[in-house]
């Protein structure tokens, strides 16, 4: 973060203008562990996630590699508020080319650490994939619950937004959709 002691200064200045009083114990050090807060959740703002698939190794396998239900959580851009869940990774390998599974977990990890909208992360996961494996396809599926909705405004607890991307052979090929998809269920 660039300027802590200001950012702090500025929640400090919020608690007071929604009426709170700084001064007593509960938020003398409020302002500090929120500043602290938003540096952690949005540790990879700067980061290209696409740097976090470095790790390439050759395979025979020319089938749909699936990484399913990778946690997450995030900011959305126009609230500030998280949204969180699961994302689903498919892509079929091209020229023996694959990547180590954590890889894929932790382009999510990368991709998640910032202020965005949930579609906006979905064609991030997607364009770091292709730009680094040169795959068949990609198919990205996000399941979140948006803090925003369930908090503020129509409050619709438990409500989910599913976002989706697919590119390649996944644009071509229906089964494979429907088999990526049944898996995902499994």
Known sequence: MKNKEQSQQLIKTLLENIGEDTSRAGLLDTPKRCVNMYEELLSK?????????????????????LVKDIQFYSLCEHHMLPFYGVCHIAYVPNNRKITGLSKLARLVESASRRLQIQEDMTLMLVNAIEEQLQPKGVYVIIEAEHMCMAMRGIKKIGSKTVTSKKTGIFLEDS????????????
């Open 175 to 186: 089964e494979l959709v429907k088999d990526i998809q049944y898996k995902i269920k499994l």
């Open 45 to 65: 703002t700067n980061v290209d996630p696409k740097e976090e698939i470095n790790t390439f190794f050759e395979s025979d396998n020319d089938e749909p590699i």
